[in-house]
């Protein structure tokens, strides 16, 4: 993976945490763990952003890279154990992107976004492949939540509530809900 920054990773993250929540910090073998995560995720993408050549390329200043690197990081921190700073990576993803991606929920290995403002990806079952456009929620309804299959995409303001069981390479239009509905 190429590093598109000067600074390192660490000291980057940290000032932010900082500057939000005091004394707070962030170490150089979970962000290892979450930039494998990140590696893997983006090496199945064509955009010249997050792939040339075949070299993965992430860069904190490019704000889908960093809000899906910091999605991953704060489930690293939640995996092992400390949930007191993947709560604090959370809340810093949700102030700078407007996104609300939880670290208990597990998504897949390969997805992606695009303007993901106001996104919410909830509980639910994940497959390889989601793409989101901004607005786009995900999420349970009384307490039965989603089934996702390969592939699907969802333009804006569109959403997926409750049990619902959506098939392999489902394309939801922009401003569609789908509630309690198996769509194949």
């Given at each position: 993976?190429?590093?598109?920054?000067d600074e390192p990773?660490?000291?980057?993250?940290?000032?932010?945490?900082?500057?939000?929540?005091?004394n707070c910090s962030v170490g150089e073998v979970p962000i290892a763990k979450a930039l494998l995560k990140?590696?893997?995720?983006?090496?199945y993408s064509a955009?010249?952003?997050?792939?040339?050549?075949g070299m993965v390329r992430f860069s904190p200043l490019h704000a889908v890279q960093y809000s899906?690197?910091?999605?991953?990081?704060s489930r690293v921190y939640f995996l092992e154990g400390n949930t007191d700073t993947a709560t604090k990576l959370y809340y810093l993803n949700k102030m700078l992107h407007?996104?609300?991606?939880?670290?208990?929920?597990?998504?897949?290995?390969?997805?992606?976004?695009?303007?993901?403002?106001?996104?919410v990806l909830g509980r639910a079952q994940y497959s390889n492949g989601l793409f989101i456009y901004q607005g786009t929620t995900i999420g349970g309804s009384h307490s039965k939540y989603p089934v996702l299959?390969?592939?699907?995409?969802?333009?804006?303001?569109?959403?997926?509530l409750g049990n619902c069981r959506i098939g392999d390479n489902v394309i939801l239009s922009a401003g569609v809900t789908v509630l309690d509905t198996d769509i194949p």
């Open positions: 993976i190429k590093i598109n920054y990773l660490e000291i980057y993250i940290n000032r932010q945490l900082n500057s939000f929540f005091g990140v590696e893997k995720c983006f090496s955009n010249k952003y997050f792939s040339v050549d899906i690197f910091i999605y991953y990081l407007s996104l609300d991606w939880f670290y208990e929920v597990k998504l897949p290995e390969v997805w992606c976004a695009e303007h993901p403002l106001c996104s299959g390969r592939n699907v995409l969802m333009y804006s303001n569109s959403s997926i």
